[in-house]
């Protein structure tokens, strides 16, 4: 995956980018997931 602010190229479930530190939103997704799964 890669950085949406800088291009940066990210390691696979990266929280964050290391290069300028914009959010990748995946524990945002994960949590989303994670609600849907559950039912809430
Ligand atoms: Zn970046």
């Known amino acids: ?11 696979d479930g990266a929280n964050y980018c290391p290069n300028c530190g914009a959010s990748t939103g995946f524990l945002r997704n ?4 994670l609600v849907y799964m559950i039912g809430a």
């Open 1 to 11: 995956m890669y950085c949406k602010q800088c291009g940066a190229q990210l390691p």
């Open 30 to 33: 994960l949590l989303c997931v």
